[in-house]
Structures are given as C-alpha cells and as structure tokens.
C-alpha cells in the first residue's frame, strides 16, 4: 500500500520554527516529484512548494518564498519542509503528495499528485 505520512506539525509562536516531514511507505519517492499544500479553515487548498525527484529543482509559492525550505533525503525516503518566521496565516493543515507521472515540478498542482498524505495540522498562535 502506497503512504505517506506527515509529522512535526504542532502549536508554535509567531516568529517561530517547525520541520515537517514526509514520509513514504510502500514505495521509494526516488522518481517523485513532491508536494507541499496546505489547507486553512474555511479555505481552500493551496500550493506551498515542491521539489523535482533529484532534488535540484524547488518551487515556492510567494507567500512562503524566503521563509520556507523544502529538502529531500532519498536514502530516508523522507521529505522536508523546514518552515521559520512563522506567521499566524500560516496556519493550516499541511499536506504532502507525490506526482508519479513527472519527476518534475514545474505545473504541479493537487490534481496532478497521485498520493496525498492524511496531514499535519501547524498553529501559529501566541
């Protein structure tokens, strides 16, 4: 069965830190293009960043760009998005997802990936 898992949300402070991961089971993300989105309450989802399956390409959203760094570690099948200066509109439930059909992630977009994580849930609040 083919998973992810995401981890490391939590309550943190404006002007914060947190590091989500992602985790793959079932299947190696060596050729997956990967994906971060994120949902806010009474919103809808959004693109926050993605990064090609070598890892050398990585795309931000404005909204994040300068703030967030999206990683990967093939050999841990694990995924990164280290996220600082927090802001409480940052708050939301994160999603990863992986899109098979491209290693690529320029065009990426949710209905492109074919396996989502369940979420992790971040509140940036003081």
């Known amino acids: 069965q083919l998973q992810l898992v995401e981890s490391g949300g939590g309550l943190v402070q404006p002007g914060g830190s947190l590091r989500l991961s992602c985790a793959a089971s079932?299947?190696?993300?060596?050729?997956?293009?990967i994906g971060w989105f994120r949902q806010a309450p009474g919103k809808e989802r959004e693109r926050v960043s993605c990064?090609?399956?070598?890892?050398?390409?990585?795309l931000y959203e404005d909204s994040v760009k300068g703030r967030f760094t999206i990683s990967r570690d093939n050999a841990k099948n694990t995924v990164y998005l280290q996220m600082n200066s927090l802001k409480p509109e940052d708050t939301a439930v994160y999603y990863c997802?992986?899109?098979?059909?491209?290693?690529?992630?320029?065009?990426?977009?949710?209905?492109?990936?074919?396996?989502w994580g369940k979420g992790t849930l971040v509140t940036v609040s003081s």
């Open positions: 079932g299947f190696t993300l060596d050729y997956y293009a």
């Open positions: 990064i090609g399956s070598s890892g050398g390409t990585t």
């Open positions: 997802a992986a899109q098979s059909w491209s290693g690529y992630c320029p065009g990426y977009d949710q209905n492109g990936m074919d396996v």
